[in-house]
């Protein structure tokens, strides 16, 4: 049966949605229901996709409209520190994993040419799965995030040369005069874009943003415009996009264009998701398992052990490596185009275009759970990861200063604490887990940081050696307790304020140090603000008034602090 585009669009819509449901409820990630809806809508069962080129433009759209966003969020100054750790990454990458990949294929009975590529296909990253997990888990603006963001534009730039060098075989000549102007050309687009952001952007922006759907058609104007005139450079439509965002990234409305394009991104960001499990041929992975597998182990185990290897003899800390060489664990969409442009061209057989597609579904699938839990991962396996740090890391060199004010969730009674935090007039940050504070804090330009109160990679990230006062609203006794361990394993002078709704939990943490703990009926938080108007940081008053909040409890003095 026959359907119009609209109607395929729906069904597919709504096999997305169920399936989403689905793995909603199994907790697993939802990139594994997108790619598995494909493979529902597409010939191995259902068929409804007949308009393969209108699904192929909805991806290209979501993959501008991810990298755009990306690119608003990135720092020019970042960019330019971490040149080095992105470069040698790469480089320390394509060699291990394209000479180990050469030798396997090589193993496998395949000719030289199909090793060859294989090699440079396994280098490939996800550029469209590490920037969507990053963005899911408010990452990118983390080192690990920085960094792989930077790897995988590196990777972008080899893969152009890697499609030059495809054409060149297939029989269309390629002279030192062609790359030469390609490189001129990456400088001249380089050149354009920087000026247009620091000459021409600022003051155009400041007049279409009179108008919320001005900036808005403006953005997408600006990004697809500067995509389309990229890759008519020679080069691709992500390093366009990224660049288009990169250059609006330093503007006063760079936010407010990232809010409005997130919902439109999220859509078209899915159907290129179902389009890559639609293109799956199911019939012709069958013959490519076994070379598949070995290939895919070397990607997700190997691949990341190379770019841990290369960061910590950089000197970055082994957190950072591992969670760094997770990302990259897994080969990119761009792989099987290459490997399906070599086939196209005779240079290499249908068998291996079957291999190279299995480990990208392998892979992509299997380093979605290995982003989203690393970690937990990480946890699990740190004391066998000392080898990939040195004894004095980079890191911890140039740690930011610590905030004399954190407040740990802002909705249950943070805000009045932030607004006290803000009289006091000393550096403060609020933490929080929730995506919609974090907007809110972001548009309101408050100090924010992203992530678990519970999770040590935050709390590193914090820098609390100098803290003064902690406020958590929490009242978790879980997470009171994890907080409380790790703050006064590394600075026992701090202040550390938190909320409990039981008596006997409160009186355990006032025994592990916590210096107040809020209580429903006996000393709330609007009470403790007040304290905190007056008294600021002062030790010997918060010391009084928890030991007059001890008595209140029922004379719990075994929680003097330690």
Same mark, same amino acid.
């Given at each position: 049966?026959?359907?119009?585009?609209?109607?395929?669009?729906?069904?597919?819509?709504?096999?997305?949605?169920?399936?989403?449901?689905?793995?909603?409820?199994? $907790?697993?990630?939802?990139?594994?229901?997108?790619?598995?809806?494909?493979?529902?809508?597409?010939?191995?069962?259902?068929?409804?996709?007949?308009?393969?080129?209108?699904?192929?433009?909805?991806?290209?759209?979501?993959?501008?409209?991810?990298?755009?966003?990306?690119?608003?969020?990135?720092?020019?100054?970042?960019?330019?520190?971490?040149?080095?750790?992105?470069?040698?990454?790469?480089?320390?990458?394509?060699?291990?994993?394209?000479?180990?990949?050469?030798?396997?294929?090589?193993?496998?009975?395949?000719?030289?040419?199909?090793?060859?590529?294989?090699?440079?296909? @396994?280098?490939?990253?996800?550029?469209?799965?590490?920037?969507?997990?990053?963005?899911?888990?408010?990452?990118?603006?983390?080192?690990?995030?920085?960094?792989?963001?930077?790897?995988?534009?590196?990777?972008?730039?080899?893969?152009?040369?890697?499609?030059?060098?495809?054409? %060149?075989?297939?029989?269309?000549?390629?002279?030192?005069?062609?790359?030469?102007?390609?490189?001129?050309?990456?400088?001249?687009?380089?050149?354009?874009?920087?000026?247009?952001?620091?000459?021409?952007?600022?003051?155009?922006? $400041?007049?279409?943003?009179?108008?919320?759907?001005?900036?808005?058609?403006?953005?997408?104007?600006?990004?697809?415009?500067?995509?389309?005139?990229?890759?008519?450079?020679?080069?691709?439509?992500?390093?366009?996009?990224?660049?288009?965002?990169?250059?609006?990234?330093?503007?006063?409305?760079?936010?407010?264009?990232?809010?409005?394009?997130?919902?439109?991104?999220?859509?078209?960001?899915?159907?290129?998701?179902?389009?890559?499990?639609?293109?799956?041929?199911?019939?012709?992975?069958?013959?490519?398992?076994?070379?598949?597998?070995?290939?895919?182990?070397?990607?997700?185990?190997?691949?990341?052990?190379?770019?841990?290897?290369?960061?910590?003899? @950089?000197?970055?800390?082994?957190?950072?490596?591992?969670?760094?060489?997770?990302?990259?664990?897994?080969?990119?969409?761009?792989?099987?185009?290459?490997?399906?442009?070599?086939?196209?061209?005779?240079?290499?057989?249908?068998?291996?275009?079957?291999?190279?597609?299995?480990?990208?579904?392998?892979?992509?699938?299997?380093?979605?759970?290995?982003?989203?839990?690393?970690?937990?991962?990480?946890?699990?396996?740190?004391?066998?990861?000392?080898?990939?740090?040195?004894?004095?890391?980079?890191?911890?060199?140039?740690?930011?200063?610590?905030?004399?004010?954190?407040?740990?969730?802002?909705?249950?009674?943070?805000?009045?604490?932030?607004?006290?935090?803000?009289?006091?007039?000393?550096?403060?940050?609020? %933490?929080?887990?929730?995506?919609?504070?974090?907007?809110?804090?972001?548009?309101?330009?408050?100090?924010?940081?992203?992530?678990?109160?519970?999770?040590?990679?935050?709390?590193?990230?914090?820098?609390?050696?100098?803290?003064?006062?902690?406020?958590?609203?929490?009242?978790?006794?879980?997470?009171?307790?994890?907080?409380?361990?790790?703050?006064?394993?590394?600075?026992?002078?701090?202040?550390?304020?938190?909320?409990?709704?039981?008596?006997?939990?409160?009186?355990?943490?006032?025994?592990?140090? %916590?210096?107040?703990?809020?209580?429903?009926?006996?000393?709330?938080?609007?009470?403790?603000?007040?304290?905190?108007?007056?008294?600021?940081?002062?030790?010997?008053?918060?010391?009084?008034?928890?030991?007059?909040?001890?008595?209140?409890?029922?004379?719990?003095?075994?929680?003097? $602090?330690?």
């Amino acid at each position: 049966m026959e359907f119009g585009i609209f109607t395929q669009l729906s069904l597919v819509i709504v096999l997305a949605a169920v399936m989403a449901i689905i793995m909603t409820a199994l $907790r697993q990630p939802l990139i594994i229901g997108h790619i598995l809806t494909g493979i529902i809508v597409g010939p191995a069962a259902l068929n409804l996709i007949q308009e393969q080129a209108a699904f192929e433009a909805y991806s290209e759209i979501g993959i501008a409209l991810l990298l755009f966003i990306i690119g608003l969020e990135l720092s020019i100054t970042v960019v330019k520190k971490l040149g080095k750790p992105v470069f040698l990454t790469a480089m320390a990458t394509l060699t291990t994993i394209g000479t180990l990949g050469y030798l396997v294929t090589l193993s496998f009975d395949f000719t030289r040419t199909e090793a060859f590529i294989t090699g440079l296909a @396994l280098f490939f990253s996800s550029t469209i799965i590490i920037a969507k997990v990053l963005s899911d888990k408010k990452e990118l603006n983390r080192l690990n995030g920085q960094i792989a963001i930077g790897v995988i534009l590196v990777e972008d730039v080899i893969a152009t040369f890697a499609l030059l060098f495809i054409v %060149a075989r297939s029989g269309e000549a390629l002279t030192p005069i062609d790359i030469g102007l390609l490189f001129v050309k990456g400088f001249l687009v380089v050149a354009v874009l920087f000026f247009l952001g620091a000459k021409v952007l600022p003051k155009a922006t $400041r007049y279409v943003a009179r108008s919320q759907e001005l900036l808005f058609l403006f953005a997408l104007a600006w990004g697809f415009g500067v995509a389309a005139a990229v890759n008519a450079a020679g080069f691709s439509t992500e390093v366009g996009a990224l660049f288009a965002g990169v250059a609006l990234a330093h503007l006063p409305y760079a936010h407010q264009i990232g809010a409005r394009l997130k919902p439109l991104r999220d859509f078209f960001v899915i159907l290129f998701f179902i389009s890559l499990g639609e293109q799956l041929q199911l019939n012709n992975l069958m013959a490519g398992i076994v070379p598949a597998l070995v290939l895919s182990f070397i990607v997700l185990a190997v691949k990341p052990l190379a770019a841990m290897a290369s960061l910590g003899a @950089l000197g970055y800390t082994k957190r950072t490596s591992f969670k760094t060489g997770i990302n990259l664990s897994q080969i990119s969409e761009f792989s099987i185009i290459l490997v399906v442009l070599a086939t196209t061209s005779g240079l290499v057989g249908e068998r291996l275009s079957a291999v190279i597609t299995l480990v990208a579904i392998i892979t992509i699938a299997a380093s979605t759970y290995l982003m989203k839990y690393d970690n937990w991962i990480y946890v699990r396996l740190e004391r066998n990861l000392h080898m990939f740090e040195r004894d004095v890391t980079s890191e911890k060199a140039t740690r930011p200063e610590s905030y004399p004010l954190i407040l740990f969730g802002y909705r249950k009674g943070g805000q009045k604490f932030l607004k006290t935090f803000q009289e006091m007039h000393q550096r403060y940050i609020v %933490a929080d887990y929730d995506p919609e504070v974090i907007d809110e804090l972001k548009h309101k330009r408050i100090p924010y940081l992203y992530g678990d109160v519970t999770d040590p990679e935050l709390l590193d990230e914090l820098n609390i050696d100098k803290t003064k006062l902690i406020v958590n609203t929490i009242g978790d006794h879980t997470v009171n307790v994890s907080m409380i361990e790790y703050v006064m394993r590394r600075n026992d002078n701090v202040l550390i304020v938190c909320y409990s709704d039981d008596h006997n939990q409160a009186a355990e943490l006032y025994a592990m140090g %916590a210096s107040f703990v809020m209580l429903p009926h006996i000393a709330g938080s609007d009470q403790l603000n007040d304290f905190i108007q007056t008294h600021g940081t002062n030790r010997n008053s918060f010391d009084a008034y928890r030991e007059d909040h001890l008595v209140q409890l029922g004379g719990h003095h075994n929680g003097s $602090r330690p």
